[in-house]
């Protein structure tokens, strides 16, 4: 497996390959970005994975300074999943001069749920996955289904401006109890973390009752209450069609369940289709 950390290093490792199959991370890696790894490698004639914690999608609130960066041991963990390439530029390589040229995403899908909460945010990724792209000239990017309005993004984005990429979803990797693997779960201590799988947990609930009759609405309410009750601070708990986020009218069948709650300091999201 090779590194590298410039654009014209990136573009000379690829010259010779005319299908690269990419997988676009921000480092501190879980098993949850292995499996993409290694969904990844039989899809193209080599396998790209790129390590960019970006600034443009997190809030000045946010943790970017905090955020881990372990490139060393991702490294390790990459070439054990089978990826031949790592890109992994420093900030001003990918951003020599302020990124004033951005991708807005259609606000009818990045202006809800996490957008509401997280202004700009989608704006950032689709900024970021726009120049990767440009940069790895993949054929194939894998992203997980964990960030799924993220996933619904990134589609949209290949499809409005007709880019020669097939965008795989991966399945949200679970740890034993159910709890979607999260760079952010190394943040909650033991107690947050046995009480962390409430999440997944609630969004189960939210599609067996939806399933089972029960009004969308009060679903999204009694489930944004219970959490409440548990100490969490929930942003929301909502169901969806998954085709396009919006709220399911009569006859929708195809739904996903969406969450994103803060437990202590560390916020977590999650979703579950039914």
């Known amino acids: 497996m090779r590194i590298v950390h410039t654009l014209p290093e990136l573009r000379e490792a690829l010259s010779a390959h005319r299908a690269p199959a990419v997988v676009p991370t921000m480092g501190n890696l879980h098993a949850g970005h292995l499996a993409l790894v290694k969904q990844a490698k039989p899809l193209g004639d080599v396998t ?7 600034r443009l999608q997190f809030l000045p609130h946010e943790d970017f300074d905090r955020y881990p960066r372990t490139l060393q041991a991702d490294a390790a963990q990459l070439e054990s999943a089978g990826c031949d390439l790592v890109f992994a530029p420093a900030e001003d390589e990918f951003y020599p001069e302020p990124q004033t040229f951005k991708v807005h995403p259609d606000p009818k899908l990045a202006d809800i749920l996490e957008g509401q909460f997280r ?3 989608f704006t950032g990724v689709a900024t970021v996955v726009t120049k990767l792209f440009m940069a790895v000239q993949p054929r194939f990017a894998v992203f997980g289904k964990k960030d799924y309005q993220q996933l619904m993004v990134i589609r949209q984005l290949v499809r409005q401006f007709a880019m020669p990429i097939t965008i795989v979803a991966g399945e949200t990797q ?5 709890l ?3 760079s952010r779960n190394g943040y909650l201590s033991a107690a947050e973390r046995a009480e962390a799988v409430q999440l997944s947990l609630a969004l189960k609930r939210m599609g ?11 679903v999204e309410v009694e489930a944004m209450a219970a959490l409440e009750q548990r100490g969490w601070k929930p942003d929301y708990m909502v169901v969806r069609r998954r085709d396009d986020l919006q709220a399911p009218a009569a006859g929708d069948t195809s739904l996903v369940a969406l969450g994103a709650a803060k437990l202590g300091a560390t916020r977590l999201i999650d979703n579950l289709e039914f």
Do not use: C, H, M, W
Request: aromatic share 6%; glycine share 14%; no cysteine.
């Open 119 to 121: 202004p700009g945010f």
């Open 180 to 182: 979607a693997l999260s």
């Open 174 to 178: 679970r740890a034993d109890d159910g």
């Open 208 to 218: 067996e009752q939806v399933r089972a009759g029960v009004d969308v609405g009060r």
């Open 48 to 54: 790209v994975a790129s390590i960019f914690v970006n």
